[in-house]
């Protein structure tokens, strides 16, 4: 689900968007302690798994729900788990996303294993391959093997500086079609697509937003989202995963009971009535779309698809490029199946394949890291 990034203000009864405020109560509202694991990412580790984990911890996952869950007890191997409860049971019924999210964990990891001069060796559900759901069974066990001829790869080095970046992009900058092209030569497998021509990007663009319409209407699909939100600093730092809504006019709102999870619920709502013109933006502003398909739907698909799509999205932080993936589409629930269909045909999609990621390009404003458990809440035993 996209973020409501845009402010709501309270003016004269009603609601509309309107910018962060200032002031010395505002500069205490940024959640800095939830970001502390972009800055702490390889410092003070002597353990090479457990430096490699401090950058994996940032990869992109669904909703931010960070699933992943290490074992370090096998000396010179990690065993990586996907932690259930941080699944999404609505949006992402077989959990495909959550494991596309670990790949991209995965991936991050063999990354920083390299720069200590260490090879991935990594072997994708050992115990057996779960479905229809993930279970407790272990995603994968990776030894870390010394090597002498194990280069780093250059991509490394945009690792703390990507983002997804979930503000509306400039539409006097369209992307070029070779800056695409570099784009998608990071990926390693699966096949990758993009388009820029303005019909299509417009064709893609409502077909994206018409995909959010159906997720903000169906009940349930919306709960789960509402559920995992983060409302201001104080929500944030507890908790930091989920979707946060942070800066001082939404806390101010929501101290002031005036910005609820009821109040989003609600269809009746003034905050409910607006989302749709908080969202839309972010839609309208796409200047050009970039898909990842992969021949097959297997977990082994899934998890090369978010391999790949780190890759992708570092190799666009290193262009400049900002990048966000709308996955409204991409969801299996029964709600959404004719949008998924549609998606489909229109993207070219083969019979066999599977879309696994579909996003949003454009040139963006610089925006904050997301919020990041710290390393130790994320290993399970040492």
């Known amino acids: ?17 309107a ?17 502390i694991p972009w800055e702490a990412a390889g410092r003070g580790e002597s353990d090479p798994r457990r430096h490699a984990l401090s950058y994996a911890l940032l990869a992109p996952n669904p909703h931010n729900r960070q699933p992943w869950l290490a074992d370090l007890g096998s000396p010179g191997q990690v065993t990586l788990y996907c932690e259930l409860d941080r699944r999404l049971p609505f949006t992402d019924p077989f959990d495909r996303q959550i494991t596309i999210g670990l790949g991209a964990f995965i991936e991050l ?18 115990d057996g391959e779960p479905q229809p759901r993930l279970d407790a069974r272990p995603v994968a066990r ?9 280069e780093g790869d250059p991509l490394f080095r945009h690792v703390t500086a990507r983002r997804s970046n979930k503000e509306a992009y400039d539409m006097s900058r369209p992307v070029p079609a070779e800056t695409l092209a570099a784009i998608a030569g990071a990926a390693r497998s699966g096949r990758v697509a993009h388009a820029h021509e303005p019909a299509k990007v417009q064709t893609l663009r409502d077909m994206a937003w018409a995909a959010m319409q159906v997720e903000l209407a169906t009940p349930h699909t919306l709960k789960e989202s509402v559920d995992i939100m ?24 929501a101290i002031a009971g005036m910005l609820s999870r009821e109040a989003m619920l609600d269809p009746s709502s003034s905050v409910s009535q607006q989302q749709e013109t908080v969202l839309k933006p972010n839609f309208d502003s796409a200047m050009a779309f970039l898909w990842q398909a992969t021949p097959g739907n297997g977990r082994a698909d899934q998890i090369a698809a978010g391999r790949d799509y780190v890759r992708l999205n570092l190799a666009a932080t290193g262009l400049g490029i900002a990048m966000q993936p709308f996955s409204q589409a991409l969801q299996e629930y029964s709600e959404m199946r004719p949008n998924f269909l549609r998606l489909r045909d229109e993207l070219g999609i083969a019979e066999a ?6 996003v949003r390009l454009g040139y963006g404003p610089d925006v904050k890291a997301a919020p990041r458990w710290p390393l130790d809440t994320r290993i399970r035993s040492a």
């Open 1 to 17: 689900m996209a973020t409501r990034r845009n402010i709501l203000k309270l003016v004269g009864g009603g609601i509309v968007l």
């Open 353 to 358: 394949e599977t879309l696994q990621m579909f």
């Open 109 to 126: 990891l063999a990354m920083a294993a390299a720069q200590t001069g260490h090879r991935t060796d990594v072997t994708l559900f050992p």
């Open 19 to 35: 910018a962060a405020g200032g002031g010395l109560w505002a500069a205490t509202r940024d959640p800095k302690k939830a970001r």
């Open 230 to 253: 983060r409302i201001g600093r104080a929500e944030i730092e507890a908790n930091p995963d989920g979707i946060d809504l942070s800066g001082p006019l939404l806390e101010g709102l």
């Open 142 to 150: 990776i030894a870390f093997v010394k090597d002498a001829s194990i």
